[in-house]
């Protein structure tokens, strides 16, 4: 018994050797993309003019990792509004073209920016907009492109040794916006209603010991500018990275967007209060990443797929009344999906959405969820694949609209929306759809 225990425990001291904490390769880049000439704005329907002014560039960057087995993979972080999919299958084919990784291995996060610029890739103008800033949002969007393939090669081509840890704090500004009323669940304040507080952080140092970079999040909209504001800036994320890059420098901070769907920053509005809470949220990753940290190790293990995420079938009889009259966002898919309906078509059933997790080692599972995913996930994914050593992340790899939980249909409100496209409202058995693949991509890269 005792010689078994000395050859478990050389072998797990072999194992620890092989893939230890010490042995992570990171390569870094960080690039300005803020647009040369004022276009359009994200978010906000009533927003149909350019921005105005720059209060604060914003940036994409990128953070690739490798393992002592030569393991790679990119994250890729924005402090833009979201990431369509015809936006993400051109950046990604081209990301791949230049540097060898494969779709895989690239992860993309988006802050959910407000106060920052639209993507399209559709000339077409919209309602209130001109041909000529629907023309110069293309521009900008073909640009980032460029921009973000030549960040990811960069960072590809500046692998050096690392040592990766992981720590984790909270922040009060963030508040469930389901306000329920008489007239159902409205957009408001909901101090009783769930939120994910949490504070990830991953601290990556160099082999000299000093921070290069960190990647931190918080499940909150980056909504504290609202619709009257024409100022481009990051919102509380892009001042809570330049607040650490400040007060590090030679620091790379970068953000990454939980399961927020439903909350937003409080109080919101003014430049003052997304200040406040930029600094609030930077002072508590500085806490986190200056004290004790869990020491991360390899191999790094990423898998990634796609799940069809069920649509609700309704009747001509069901939406009649829904076009005739309801809030803006139901009425309009409820016009496009009676028109199918009587002209003999099939509205979709099913929306393919990607979903991906990186396994580090046995000490850190990172989910990477698509679009606006909304805080009941967490727990969702929690009791799927266990709560020990799990960062849950949304706004990752592609935006088409609110991915609701069952709990959250059943009540209704703007969350319900569906497909930003106007295709479909997403059924209650998404929840299933979704964390189900979670728990099989999971599996597939070895969480214990």
């Known amino acids: 018994m005792k010689l078994r225990l000395h050859l478990c425990l050389i072998s797990f ?6 893939f230890g904490a010490e042995d992570w390769k990171a390569g870094l880049a960080s690039v300005k993309i803020t647009p040369e000439k004022p ?7 009533n927003r149909v003019k350019p921005f105005e002014r720059v209060g604060q560039d914003i940036y994409a960057k990128a953070l ?6 030569g393991n790679r993979a990119v994250m890729v972080t924005t402090d833009l509004g979201a990431m369509p999919a015809d936006f993400v299958a051109p950046l990604t084919q081209r990301i791949t073209e230049k540097t060898g990784l494969t779709r895989d291995q690239i992860l993309l996060s988006w802050a959910h920016n407000h106060a920052g610029p639209n993507l399209s890739m559709k000339v077409t103008p919209g309602a209130g907009i001109s041909v000529a800033d629907a023309e110069n949002r293309v521009a900008y969007t073909q640009w980032v492109i460029d921009r973000i393939v030549d960040l990811v090669a960069q960072a590809n081509a500046r692998l050096e040794p690392a040592r990766i840890s992981q720590g984790g704090g909270m922040v ?7 306000e329920f009323t008489p007239r159902g669940v409205i957009l408001g304040v909901n101090p009783r209603g769930p939120v994910d507080r949490s504070v990830p952080v991953l601290r990556i140092e160099g082999s000299d010991g000093k921070a290069r970079a960190v990647l931190f999040g918080a499940a909150c909209h980056n909504t504290t500018l609202g619709s009257q504001n024409y100022e481009l800036c990051g919102d509380y994320a892009g001042f809570a990275e330049h607040f650490l890059e400040e007060k590090h420098p030679g620091l790379q901070a970068m953000f990454i967007m939980g399961c927020g769907g439903d909350a937003n920053p409080y109080p919101r509005e003014g430049m003052e209060n997304t200040r406040k809470h930029g600094s609030t949220l930077a002072d508590e990753v500085d806490r986190v990443l200056t004290g004790k940290l869990r020491a991360i190790a390899g191999p790094l293990k990423v898998t990634y797929g796609r799940v069809d995420l069920p649509l609700q079938s309704l ?3 069901t939406l009649k009344p829904l076009a005739e009259k309801s809030a803006n966002w139901q009425m309009d898919t409820a016009r496009k999906l009676l028109g199918m309906l009587e002209r003999g078509e099939k509205p979709l059933t099913h929306h393919s959405a990607p ?12 989910v990477a969820l ?7 996930y967490v727990q969702l994914v929690e009791a799927a694949i266990g709560h020990l050593n799990l960062w849950v992340a949304a706004y990752c790899n592609e935006g088409f609209g609110y991915v609701p ?7 209704g409100g703007y969350e319900t929306r569906g497909l930003i496209a106007g295709d479909g409202w997403f059924a209650p058995a998404t929840q299933d759809a979704l964390v189900g693949k979670v728990a099989e991509l999971a599996k597939q890269a070895g969480r214990p």
Do not use: C, H, K
């Open 13 to 18: 001291g072999f194992l620890t050797a092989a």
């Open 370 to 376: 698509p679009s606006e995913v909304v805080v009941d």
């Open 172 to 178: 009060n500004f963030v508040m469930n916006r389901r």
């Open 355 to 366: 979903v991906a997790v990186w396994q580090f080692g046995r000490d850190l599972t990172f």
């Open 405 to 411: 939980s069952a709990r959250v249909i059943r009540e």
């Open 315 to 317: 009747s001509a009889e």
């Open 64 to 69: 690739v990792l490798a393992d002592s087995s």
């Open 39 to 45: 276009v359009l704005m994200y978010g906000y329907a």
